[in-house]
């Protein structure tokens, strides 16, 4: 029996409380205050006292090189008046948020703790672009892969170009990604962006990296967001509607691109998904909702056959049926995933969790509510997929 | 970026001047860049240092037009996936070449380029970028 089963028979964990701030432009608000809107958000929302919590875990990819500041755990300890709470930052790239939710989901299965709240933050708009897509280039191999000129958009491109190559994928079905994921987005009034856009607009797009263009590239956003984790058993203490963590499984993989097995497949979400599927007892037919990392239009396709919910090649079909439109087959990225409701670092792991928690309860915003929905799936990536995580949540 | 000292850039010497890599005497797998544990075979696995193929084929490739700070100076340039002739892949700037012109399958060999000048008083960083060849390997003359 691997550790993880056992540790998932230990102890039950469930969300208890959620928080986030919108993600955009916050020309207002640094790291502490971002974190203070979501995490209060999340206290109050868990019916519990900033005090009770017993561990808090910040997700955060690079607040050293976007704001000068390191040692964020403890900034967020202490300006949320927390201290002398244990505080700790987990840095795993895009995937910090759900690598952190990964540890608090640990933490609490293990009994060492019952209140914790986890975090996620990242302040990205207070440098230039081209400094920005530096230091995103750090969650790629540095050495081999950043050192030689190439950016993020650069390797999905990469992927993109090799991809359309091999599996015949038209530049209109990958525009199909950004016109859904912004149509979603359109609902949600904490998404970056709240507009609807048309392949047109996708394909008259600026090229930032062939065969990518603007619209096909998630935004550089400021935001913050915040669960509070409690054992399932004592869940109704804090909240009418728990939602189970069944499982938080994590792979990894190279660094760099080009040394994958297959660059148009992550095997780190493959690995992770088929730990998750086993370790929570449920099929890609279960599941209810979706929340992918669609960093680049590329990625959403590369997600949904690497999470087994097609073959490999087939991904393009889902937008050909515009299956992943709430009210389909295959609802994904209900908020308007990384590419509308905005990639604020750090904070995308925990942001995906609250989306599939609020449609797990039954409250979202009227238009991109999942009717009954029951499971939630979350795929969160590092860097070109070196990370992966996958967490299933459910309603009980 | 100009912040890291000249050990950080001729530490890699060995693999950007020379285009050296590992190949696992157990199982053949070559990698790029060195490794001191063949992933497949671990311990079993037999590493030895080879200088790799400097001949390959285009793998992927994208054209670079927002680039990160220090390579605003050679924008836009292609970016490629080279997987060399009986070797591992690698990721390299494709030269004397336009966009237009670059294709998956293409064949290409190395050659020794400036990577860019990190700053007014900063070093000049070398390595290796790939630039097409002929059906027989010779570099394509331009007129």
Redesign the interface.
């Known amino acids: 029996m691997s550790i993880a089963t056992e540790i998932h028979r230990r102890r039950e964990v469930a969300v208890v409380g959620i928080g986030a701030t919108p993600f955009g432009e916050h020309w207002d608000k640094g790291l502490r205050e971002l974190t203070w809107d979501a995490s209060v958000a999340a206290v109050e929302d868990a019916r519990i006292r900033g005090k009770d919590l017993e561990l808090i875990i910040v997700g955060n990819m690079a607040g050293g090189m976007f704001v000068g500041q390191e040692h964020v755990a403890a900034l967020v300890a202490d300006f949320l008046g927390l201290k002398p709470t244990p505080a700790v930052r987990v840095e795993a790239a895009c995937a910090s948020g759900a690598v952190a939710l990964r540890q608090g989901y640990l933490a609490v299965a293990s009994g060492l703790y019952d209140l914790v709240a986890v975090g996620g933050v990242e302040k990205m708009t207070d440098v230039q672009a081209g400094w920005a897509t530096a230091v995103l280039t750090g969650a790629m191999d540095f050495e081999w892969e950043a050192y030689f000129g190439t950016t993020f958009p650069g390797i999905y491109a990469l992927i993109a170009r090799r991809y359309m190559h091999e599996y015949g994928l038209s530049r209109e079905l990958l525009a199909e990604v950004a016109v859904k994921n912004h149509f979603h987005g359109s609902h949600n009034p904490l998404a970056h962006f709240q507009n609807c856009i048309t392949v047109e607009d996708v394909l008259s797009s600026a090229l930032v990296a062939d065969p990518l263009r603007l619209y096909d590239c998630c935004p550089i956003s400021d935001g913050a967001a915040c669960v509070v984790l409690a054992p399932a058993e004592k869940a109704r203490q804090y909240t009418d509607t728990p939602i189970i963590i069944e499982a938080a499984t994590q792979a990894s993989d190279t660094l760099s691109l080009f040394e994958r097995r297959d660059i148009c497949t992550l095997d780190a979400t493959v690995e992770a998904a088929q730990r998750a599927y086993k370790q929570a007892n449920v099929s890609p037919k279960n599941v209810d909702v979706l929340e992918v990392h669609d960093c680049f239009t590329i990625a959403e396709i590369l997600a949904l056959e690497d999470l087994g919910f097609c073959k490999k090649g087939e991904g393009g079909r889902i937008y050909n049926e515009k299956q992943a439109y709430v009210g389909g087959s295959l609802p994904v990225n209900t908020d308007g995933g990384l590419k509308a409701a905005g990639h604020a670092v750090g904070a995308t792991g925990i942001k995906q969790v609250i989306e599939l928690v609020k449609q797990l309860r039954g409250e979202v915003e009227g238009a991109r509510q999942v009717k009954g929905a029951e499971i939630g799936l979350a795929h969160n990536v590092g860097g070109s997929g070196a990370t992966a995580v996958v967490t299933i949540l459910r309603r009980r | ?1 100009s912040i890291y000292a000249v050990p950080f850039h001729w530490r ?1 010497y060995k693999e950007r001047y020379r285009l050296l890599g590992t190949k696992c005497e157990k199982c053949g797998s070559t ?3 060195l490794r001191r544990i063949c992933p497949n075979c671990r311990r079993e696995g037999k590493p030895v240092t080879i200088e790799l193929s400097g001949k390959g084929k285009v ?14 100076v ?1 924008a836009p ?1 292609i ?3 080279i997987e060399l002739n009986k070797g ?6 494709i030269v004397d070449c336009s ?1 237009e012109e670059v294709q ?1 399958g293409m064949p290409v060999e190395v050659c020794f380029r400036k ?2 000048a990190l700053g007014k008083d900063g070093i000049i ?1 070398y ?1 290796f970028k790939f630039r097409p060849v002929d059906e027989l390997g010779k570099v394509e003359k331009k007129a």
């Open positions: 970026m890699r990698f790029f860049p793998y992927s490739f994208t054209v670079i037009r927002t680039p990160p700070e220090g390579f605003e050679f340039y970016v490629g996936v591992p892949r690698l990721t390299s700037q966009p998956i990577l860019r960083c390595g």
